[in-house]
């Protein structure tokens, strides 16, 4: 973990969530009884040829960086057999996209969508589930597509607050910086439903999100997938951290500070927030990679 990280989530956790603080302590000492999780897997895939210089989907590149994330996130050799091994055909999976500002590319979308399909899994049985709070109920599994971004809200506005619309109350959760996003991932009709997380960082925004603005933007021409999304979250934290840092050549942190990937540890128990808790494997091209 770097020096930004602990900065931006241990001490503004505490000085900012009290209450949540000692629910954590509970929650913190239950999980060490347990033996916790085993440290989880984030897998990279970028290539550089991803998007054109106009930003044009190189939607053949995109069919092999997913089918390469799918290998290494289930360890099964094919994109068949990984997708059964996290969805069953009877399943029906809600896709979770990012819906605006900085939105989930539709190439990633329909990339998903066919993947499931040559998989086996019938097309009436993939929908989309980003929205209110009936979205998640009607479906068995969820697959969630945020792009990645900065927030002027959450300090980082990708894995947990792609949830956010389930509340059924967003602005609630922009309370006491946007702490409590974890407890959506909670929610009866929300909790255990999430089989895969697939961040679109073909095209991320590492300041003023969700506002689009080109001077934070940069092509970074990746996906980023785990089955923790906490992990999957404190990658993608670590990513704009750094690119933060190569824009200025200085530590440059976020504001507000993103205590609600440590919360999502701490507190609710969705996955790890600590680099040393958390694999990372990077494949394709290497350059920029800012891990």
């Known amino acids: 973990m770097t020096d930004d990280q602990r900065v931006l989530t241990r001490r503004d956790f505490i000085r900012g969530t009290v209450g949540l603080a000692l629910a954590a302590s509970t929650v913190g000492l239950k999980r060490a009884e347990a033996g916790a999780h085993p440290a989880s897997l984030v897998t990279v895939v970028r290539d550089k040829d991803a998007l054109s210089a106009a930003r044009r989907v190189n939607t053949a590149a995109l069919r092999k960086m997913l ?39 539709d190439e990633v979308v329909e990339a998903v969508t066919g993947s499931l399909r040559a998989a086996g899994i019938p097309a009436k049985n993939i929908v989309g589930a980003q929205g209110g709070p009936d979205c998640p109920k009607k479906c068995t599994a969820l697959i969630a597509l945020p792009a990645l971004k900065a927030h002027w809200l959450t300090g980082i506005g990708t894995v947990l607050k792609n949830y956010i619309l389930y509340s059924g109350n967003p602005r609630n959760y922009h309370h006491q910086n946007s702490a409590k996003l974890g407890e959506i991932w909670n929610l009866p009709f929300v909790k255990g439903k999430t089989r895969l997380v697939l961040v679109d960082a073909l095209y991320p925004l590492c300041d003023k999100g969700p506002q689009p603005d080109p001077r934070y933007q940069w092509a970074y021409n990746g996906l980023i997938a785990g089955i923790d999304p906490v992990a999957v979250e404190t990658v993608c934290l670590k990513i704009i951290i750094a690119k933060r840092r190569a824009i200025r050549g200085e530590p440059w942190p976020l504001s507000p500070p993103p205590i609600c990937v440590a919360a999502a540890d701490k507190v609710y128990g969705l996955g790890h927030s600590r680099m040393d808790k958390i694999k990372i494997e990077s494949y394709g091209w290497k350059t920029g990679l800012l891990l």
């Open 67 to 105: 089918d390469q994330s799918l290998a290494v996130v289930t360890g099964r050799k094919s994109p068949k057999d990984a997708w059964l091994s996290l969805v069953k055909p009877q399943d029906v999976i809600g896709l979770v996209p990012t819906p605006h500002l900085n939105p989930t590319h």
